[in-house]
């Protein structure tokens, strides 16, 4: 299986191009980057500190699309959207991990999964997973009196807030509650704000240092509280599960389809 990494001088490129070259049964096609960057001619398994494949990063997304099964791409979501366009055309399956994207952005990766398959996940480790499905579950158990907070912690490079994680935990715990997050969510709180809302969820960010990643839900009523809190250690993890879902999509029928569909844990 041929994978495609754009954006493949990134934080995130650079795992991922190691993380194909340590799965048995995939094979770098090569690499792309925006069309002004450095890297453009470089050897992407280098910029890896892997030894030389003899590929070159190109600046035509196109020309990867059309050599590769997959394509993993977590760049920015302007990028992403032109990604997900190509990957309709050519018919290449996508794995789209960027965070940060608009409605109308997504709208646009739902369109492009009408014609190919796209595992999109803001977040692709197993643990993180599992997260989403015990936050759902508590929220469906626990009534109103237990107001809902999600705290994220971030390295100091991070470009979105809430992260995509957060954002997904809260859909997930509204989910279980039987509401929209878009009509509870509380995702800033600054100056004189008043009481908490009965029923919103809300979020706090932290950023700072080299953190991968930090998530909790808590569950907080008069008497107790819970909290459920995932910690990544090494950003690897979500190379490797990004790189496990361009394998599961490459024979997939056209279709948005997710981490947890990967893993089988809606089954
Ligand atoms: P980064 O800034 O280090 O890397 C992004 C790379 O994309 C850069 O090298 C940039 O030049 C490149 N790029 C931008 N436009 C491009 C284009 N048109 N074509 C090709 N390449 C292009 O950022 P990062 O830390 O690697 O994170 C990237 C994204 O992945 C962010 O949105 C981040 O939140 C997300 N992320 C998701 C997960 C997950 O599990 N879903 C995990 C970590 C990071």
Request: glycine share 12%; proline share 3%; charged share 20%.
């Amino acid at each position: 299986m041929k994978i495609g990494i754009v954006g493949c001088a990134g934080r995130m490129g650079r795992m991922l191009v190691k993380a194909v070259a340590e799965t048995p049964g995939a094979e770098l096609a090569g690499g792309s980057e925006a069309p002004h960057s450095d890297a453009i001619g470089e050897d992407p398994a280098v910029l890896a500190g892997l030894p030389a494949s003899g590929l070159k990063i190109t600046g035509d997304a196109r020309e990867l699309f059309e050599v590769s099964d997959a394509v993993v791409d977590f760049t920015a979501p302007v990028a992403t959207v032109a990604h997900a366009a190509l990957a309709a055309e050519t018919g290449t399956a996508l794995v789209p991990g960027t965070t940060g994207l608009s409605a109308e952005d997504q709208a646009k990766i739902e369109e492009a999964a009408k014609a190919v398959a796209i595992v999109q996940a803001a977040n692709y480790s197993v643990g993180v997973n599992v997260l989403l499905g015990l936050a759902e579950q508590t929220a469906a158990m626990l009534g109103p009196e237990f107001d809902i907070e999600i705290l994220e912690m971030h390295h100091r490079h991070k470009v979105d807030a809430p992260s995509g994680t957060a954002l997904a935990l809260g859909h997930a715990a509204a989910k279980g509650r039987g509401v929209d997050l878009d009509t509870v969510s509380d995702r800033v709180r600054d100056g004189h704000t008043g009481e908490r809302t009965v029923g919103n969820i809300g979020f706090a960010t932290l950023r700072g240092g080299m953190v991968v990643g930090d998530h909790s839900v808590i569950f907080a009523s008069d008497d107790e509280r819970i909290e459920i809190t995932h910690k990544a250690a090494d950003r690897g993890l979500f190379a490797k599960g990004a790189i496990r879902a361009a394998l599961w999509a490459s024979d997939k029928a056209p279709g948005l389809y997710s981490m947890r569909d990967v893993l089988g844990l809606d089954k």
